[in-house]
């Protein structure tokens, strides 16, 4: 006998409905179907069930169990903490920088120079006589204006 919703959202649905944390529409929607739906049914009893077990170990955990801390528990448990965190720290300055070099040392060893990457020799312009020579005849008469102005 299989329910009608899918199991996947079934489970979720029951689990929400158990806890109550369902929208009151979807919550009185599965009330409805739960009232048709033998499966569904004995899901949310097992459901109850388990957290009816659960919260009563719990509560008899919390009775029974009268635990004593020394004084200076936090601060042992605080310095704990902090050895932990700085030997996580130490561990991160030391091994990020290695890594980083031990990676730029191997990108360098083999590294191949590719052709396509190797610029290629270009050509030097040769220059004209006459270019060069109308080029100092400009910067003469320029001179000359600048000198007279």
């Known amino acids: 006998m299989r329910c009608a919703l899918e199991r996947d959202v079934s489970e979720e ?4 409905y158990c806890a ?6 979807t919550e009185a929607a599965f009330g409805r179907h739960i009232d048709s ?6 899901l949310v009893a097992a459901q109850k069930a388990v957290w009816t077990a659960l919260d009563g170990v719990m509560c008899e955990a919390m009775d029974e169990s009268q635990v004593t801390l020394s004084p200076d528990f936090d601060q042992r448990l605080f ?9 996580h720290r130490w561990l991160w300055r030391a091994l990020v920088p290695a890594a980083a070099c031990a ?3 191997a990108g360098f060893l083999f590294r191949q120079p590719d ?3 190797t610029p290629a020799a270009r050509p030097q312009p040769t220059l004209q006589i006459d270019q060069v020579e109308h080029a100092l005849d400009d910067m003469d008469m320029l001179n000359q204006l600048g000198a007279a102005i």
């Not at 649905?13 to 929400?16: E, F, K, P, Q, R």
């Not at 109550?20 to 529409?25: A, I, Y």
């Not at 739906?37 to 004995?42: A, D, E, F, M």
């Open 115 to 117: 052709a396509a990457s």
């Open 20 to 25: 109550r944390t369902l929208d009151p529409e």
């Open 13 to 16: 649905l029951i689990v929400g």
């Open 79 to 87: 310095r704990r903490i902090q050895a932990s965190e700085n030997r």
């Open 37 to 42: 739906c033998t499966v569904c049914c004995q």
């Open 103 to 105: 990676a730029l040392a």
